[in-house]
Structures are given as C-alpha cells and as structure tokens.
C-alpha cells in the first residue's frame, strides 16, 4: 500500500523558515522524480519545485527560486523542502508528489496529471 505524508507545516511570520518532509512508501522511490506544489485559498494548485530520481536535477518556479530548496534522502524514502525567507504569498497548503512513470522532471514538471501519488497535504501560513 502506497502511503505519502508530509509533515513540518506550520505558521510563521515573514522572514522566517521552514523544512517541510514527505515520507513516502510502498513504491519505488529512489526510481521517482517527486515535486512539491502548493495551493492557496481560492487559487489552483500550483508547482512548487522538482527533483529527479537521484537528486541530481532539481527545479523551481520563478516565485520560490533562491528561496527554497528542494532535496531527497532515498534511503529514508523522504522528500524535503526548505523554505527560507518566507513571505505571505507562500501561504498555502503544501502537497508532495510521487511520479512513478519516470524517474526524471522534464519540462512538464509543473503538470499535475504528470504525477500519480500525491498526499494529503501541510498548512503553511506566514504571517505578515
């Protein structure tokens, strides 16, 4: 049984930081690009950053970039996001995604239907 979760959301004020983590199992991770993606109040979800199968190659969108970094533990079978410098505009609820199909990013890291697991996801709210 495949089980994603993530975990270390939370609420801080403007400037501060935060390690998101997502433990996934039950599927091939070390063979699996995984993303982030967030979802504000009344807005869509939206792609946060990627990373490729052995870390090697990561992405990011243009609003999180130099900010937040994207890593992988594979033999703990866990994602990680560290969030620095937070602003409002990050608020969101955060989700991890597993794309079991190919272990690599690509161009079309920010399409939701690229992904097949994703978890329930963690509340981020910053503060102004």
């Known amino acids: 049984q495949v089980q994603v979760v993530e975990s270390g959301g939370g609420l801080v004020q403007a400037g501060g930081s935060l390690r998101l983590s997502c433990s996934a199992h039950?599927?091939?991770?070390?063979?699996?690009?995984m993303g982030w993606f967030r979802q504000a109040p009344g807005k869509e979800r939206e792609g946060v950053s990627c990373?490729?199968?052995?870390?090697?190659?990561?992405y990011y969108s243009d609003s999180v970039k130099g900010r937040f970094t994207i890593s992988r533990d594979n033999a703990k079978s866990t994602l990680y996001l560290q969030m620095n410098s937070l602003k409002p505009d990050d608020t969101g609820m955060y989700y991890c995604?597993?794309?079991?199909?190919?272990?690599?990013?690509?161009?079309?890291?920010?399409?939701?239907?690229?992904?097949?697991?994703w978890g329930q996801g963690t509340q981020v709210t910053v503060s102004s």
């Open positions: 995604a597993a794309d079991t199909s190919i272990g690599s990013c690509g161009a079309s890291w920010r399409a939701r239907g690229k992904y097949y697991y």
């Open positions: 039950g599927l091939n991770f070390d063979h699996n690009a």
């Open positions: 990373i490729n199968w052995n870390g090697a190659t990561t």
